[in-house]
């Protein structure tokens, strides 16, 4: 699993570092974060950072890690996600996944993200940053950009427009991407949304409904990486 980390906006006292470990049986990330609660409590702002990758490649996984290690410091950490973490967002998230709205118009679709992401915006990621804390949060816009935007074909430009009016034009410090096998990605997926179901009785939602669209790089990860 290839893991890369891109800065956003600009911040003082705010570095991430982690190494992989590789063993015979497990692949463990070790995250170095150079913020002491001093730090923290002098920066009127907190800082935002996403997680990007396919359902199944460990984003959950490394989420709760990085924020165990970091309240271990003393640090005030908030974990959400997209699309969700509001209860309207949730409420969203669940008729985007559910399989009788696969038939969504791709920017029926778009618009149904941005409304999670403003409300997720103005309720929780605006008001923590605001507070001092960390935002960890499983996916953003640039998952945005590349399924609705590359696998929907509605290119860059209407993501990034819908963007910077309805979300600021707000940016991550750090956006760390975890580039999987996508075979396995996926299937890990499915081995969870069928357990899912399973425990809940029904099989609407499909967790992973998107992994099979076509997406393509987003502008960001191209400037990353050299190839844009």
Not at 100 to 118: C, G, K, N
Not at 150 to 169: F, M, T
Request: hydrophobic letters at 35%; a positive charge.
């Amino acid at each position: 699993m290839n893991i890369t980390v891109a800065g956003g906006r600009g911040h003082l006292g705010l570095a991430l570092q982690f190494s992989q470990v590789r063993s015979a049986k497990r692949q463990m990330l070790i995250y170095h974060f150079c913020v002491s609660p001093q730090q923290q409590q002098h920066h009127q702002r907190g800082s935002f950072i996403t997680f990007e990758g396919l359902d199944g490649c460990g984003k959950s996984t490394q989420i709760e890690k990085l924020a165990g290690v970091l309240r271990k410091q003393g640090l005030s950490v908030v974990v959400t996600r997209e699309p969700g973490g509001t209860a309207t967002g949730e409420k969203i998230r669940r008729l985007l996944l559910d399989t009788a709205t696969a038939s969504l118009s791709p920017l029926a679709e778009l618009a149904m993200m941005f409304a999670s992401r403003a409300q997720h915006l103005a309720e929780v990621i605006q008001p923590a940053l605001a507070e001092g804390s960390i935002v960890l949060c499983d996916r953003f816009t640039d998952s945005t950009e590349a399924y609705q935007g590359g696998g929907r074909k509605l290119g860059s430009q209407p993501v990034l427009v819908l963007h910077r009016v309805l979300c600021g034009d707000l940016q991550p410090e750090l956006t760390i991407l975890m580039d999987s096998d996508v075979a396995a990605s996926v299937g890990r997926a499915r081995r969870r949304n069928k357990a899912h179901a399973a425990a809940n009785g029904r099989g609407k939602n499909n967790e992973n409904r998107f992994e099979g669209q076509q997406t393509r790089p987003t502008q960001r990860s191209k400037r990353l990486s050299g190839e844009g």
